[in-house]
């Protein structure tokens, strides 16, 4: 079992910048991924960026690249979310969840999801 915690959502004007957290604990392995998806209202869970525990390879969507950068830190069992030049459309709840494939955009890929942390782009 594994337990993820989001954390650093909130409410933000367009062109600012938040970092959002993740804490995992329970049975990682260092072959997971972990990666983070967003759902806005009436829409599909969508792919955001995804990282490789074990030797910090990233992969970002193309509608956050450049802008958004996936970080984590291992002693802490935490991955970070650094969302900058935020807008309306980066409006949504956002989730983090492990896996062991390399990689997939796909929400059945993850085993194991967080319960989500709101971002609001407003101005």
């Known amino acids: 079992q594994v337990q993820l915690v989001e954390s650093g959502g909130g409410l933000v004007q367009p062109g600012g910048s938040l970092r959002l957290s993740c804490a995992a604990s329970?049975?990682?392995?260092?072959?997971?991924?972990l990666g983070w998806f967003r759902q806005a209202p009436g829409k599909e869970r969508e792919f955001v960026a995804v990282?490789?525990?074990?030797?910090?390879?990233?992969h970002c969507a193309d509608s956050v690249k450049g802008r958004f950068t996936i970080s984590r830190d291992n002693a802490k069992n935490t991955v970070y979310l650094q969302m900058n030049s935020l807008n309306l459309e980066d409006t949504a709840v956002y989730y983090c969840?492990?896996?062991?494939?390399?990689?997939?955009?796909?929400?059945?890929?993850?085993?194991?999801w967080g319960q989500g942390t709101q971002v609001t782009v407003s101005s």
């Open positions: 969840a492990t896996g062991r494939i390399w990689w997939s955009p796909r929400t059945d890929a993850y085993d194991y």
């Open positions: 329970g049975r990682i392995f260092s072959n997971y991924v």
């Open positions: 990282i490789k525990w074990s030797d910090g390879s990233t």
